[in-house]
């Protein structure tokens, strides 16, 4: 809802953070409080609740007795003037980490803001879209006032007209003019627009508006305007992620409004303003379209799940099969590091959308093969353990082909690698060197870590010399009972037989206690050594 985003009481105030024009507020919404910051391209937010400042302002205060103060009103204090508290302010990656200072009975008291980047969607909402439903306000209400004054200059021209005079002896009003409406003044700067912004919001904060899940007409009351004139009837907020819908919507819509505008100008009792709306609403629903076919979508992710440090991204244990496309709008394409360990991925094609990433972590995923692996000439560490993978082989040519300077990979924990921890059956540890020597002689020459060990220069040597003939050829199972006929085996005697499943070094059958079989023969031990082994020839007794 509109009500809801938009709080009555917000004042956007100036700021210049990085020697750039922002404008950021301090709002109460419910039992919260948000803080929102804009460059007029972007949007950071933060939620705070009375236990987050409690939080916060304990830990940067941490000699200060909260109990001999009244806390929360220092640091609403603070925060309704963000821009005369502000101390220091750093941006890493999306986040705007500002500290706030303030003197207080000779003490400093300070609090920091953790201003996450939001979405398009949220910049739409808070800055994009208020500021576009009071521009067309403020044109509906510049139609009705020139409309007003033109009739009241014809009244008082006919009133004269008939030889009436007027009381006032001195007329200090001319007869109107649209050339008034015409101010000559130069090109606006960069602050100018920033104070238009702010006066605009302020004065959408006064009026009231219809919900943004309304569809709106294209004719609205002027209480000269008839109820039969053309109508628009598509809603602006469309739901769908489809860029072919969006576009199909579009060329709809742009049909449907350029008709109706040529017949608002055919019919003789139009007026101009009824066609203005029109091609007003037209425009807003046109900048919504056309902002989610450029990728402006809703959030799909649960965007409290996600940290952010350093130029490094988390996002565990969601149970999502594929990476988010929202993620990249949030985390930015400059991410060096995303952990997306302990989810149900079957792709990571969505990792093409970090273009600067070093590290990539799929840990305990669903993946079976790294087939949509994209291009990342930039990743020097890669992890995929405990996922899907059968083919190893493969997996080593992909990473080979989109990794050229890859430093660390680790497979461990995939049926495809025979490492002893997860398969200490069916693989002995002959297995796992020669698998490691094939790997080092796939790979590029930049690795130097595989799995949990460093490369020797011996095992670079030897991958050289026989890794290409180190290649492990592994019987899969549901291959074997494809094509091998189920009269050969029984039960589980075929896994016995082929793997050794239930493999134990005694014998099948069983002797009674009674049935004693005794063995005797000679030591040939001797000992060779420096100490005295006297004491194992004496017994307690002789002690």
């Known amino acids: 809802m509109i009500s809801d985003s938009c709080e009555q009481n917000r004042i956007w105030k100036n700021v210049r953070i990085n020697d750039e024009a922002h404008m950021i507020c301090f709002t109460k919404k419910n039992e919260s409080w948000k803080v929102l910051l804009t460059n007029l391209k972007e949007i950071w937010m933060e939620t705070l609740t009375d236990e987050i ?7 940067v205060n941490p000699l200060l007795n909260l109990e001999a103060v009244d806390w929360k009103q220092l640091v609403i204090d603070m925060l309704n003037d963000i821009p005369q508290h502000i101390h220091t302010y750093i941006l890493e990656l999306s986040t705007y980490r500002i500290e706030l200072r303030k003197d207080h009975d000779f003490v400093k008291l300070r609090f920091s803001l953790d201003l996450l980047k939001e979405t398009p969607q949220q910049f739409w909402e808070n800055v994009t879209m208020p500021l576009c439903l009071s521009s067309m306000k403020l044109v509906r209400q510049y139609e009705i006032l020139l409309d007003l004054v033109k009739r009241k200059d014809e009244e008082i021209t006919e009133y004269k007209a008939e030889g009436a005079e007027l009381i006032r002896k001195y007329i200090a ?11 000559d003044a130069t090109a606006p700067t960069a602050t100018d627009f920033v104070q238009a912004f702010q ?55 742009d049909e449907q409004v350029h008709s109706d505008i040529k017949e608002c100008e055919q ?36 965007r409290s799940a996600l940290t952010l440090d350093n130029g490094r991204a988390w996002y565990t244990g969601q149970r999502t099969e594929k990476i988010p496309s929202g993620l990249v709008g949030v985390v930015g394409h400059n991410c060096l590091g995303l952990d997306l360990s302990y989810n149900e991925l079957t792709t990571v094609s969505g990792v093409k959308d970090f273009e600067q990433l070093q590290e990539l972590i799929l840990d305990n995923n669903k993946l079976d093969d790294l087939k949509t692996l994209p291009c990342i000439p930039t990743l020097t560490t890669l992890s995929i353990n405990n996922n899907k993978i059968s083919n190893i082989d493969r997996a080593l040519e992909q990473i080979r082909e989109c990794c050229p300077n ?3 990979v680790s497979l461990l924990g995939n049926p495809g690698c025979p490492d002893q921890l997860t398969n200490p ?6 297995d796992y060197d020669r698998y490691r020597l094939y790997a080092i002689h796939i790979l590029p020459p930049s690795l130097r870590f595989l799995d949990s060990r460093r490369i020797t220069q011996q095992e670079r040597l030897n991958a050289k010399a026989r890794g290409k003939y180190s290649r492990t050829i592994k019987l899969v199972p549901e291959l074997v009972r494809k094509f091998v006929p189920r009269s050969t085996y029984a039960g589980n005697e075929f896994d016995d037989i082929y793997f050794n499943i239930h493999y134990t ?11 004693h079989r005794g063995a005797y023969g000679k030591c040939k031990y001797r000992y060779s050594g420096k100490n005295s082994e006297g004491n194992r020839f004496i017994s307690n007794n002789d002690l």
């Open 53 to 59: 400042m409690f939080h916060k302002f304990q830990t």
């Open 173 to 183: 009003t001319k007869p109107f003019s649209e050339e008034l409406f015409h101010i």
């Open 199 to 253: 006066s605009m919001f302020h004065f959408y904060n006064k009026i009231n508006l219809p919900t943004p899940h309304t569809k709106i007409e294209s004719t609205i009351s002027l209480n000269s305007i008839s109820d039969n004139s053309p109508k628009i009837d598509e809603n602006i907020f469309h739901d769908s992620k489809d860029k072919s819908v969006h576009k199909l919507n579009q060329d709809k819509l």
């Open 267 to 302: 019919e003789a009792g139009s007026s101009k303003t009824q066609c203005d709306n029109t091609l007003s609403i037209y425009v807003g629903q046109r900048a919504h379209i056309t902002c989610n076919m450029a990728g402006f979508s809703q959030q799909d992710f649960n």
């Open 406 to 408: 890859i430093e660390y």
């Open 425 to 430: 059956v069916s693989t002995d540890e002959d």
């Open 505 to 515: 070094p005694l014998p099948n059958s069983q002797r009674t206690p009674q049935d």
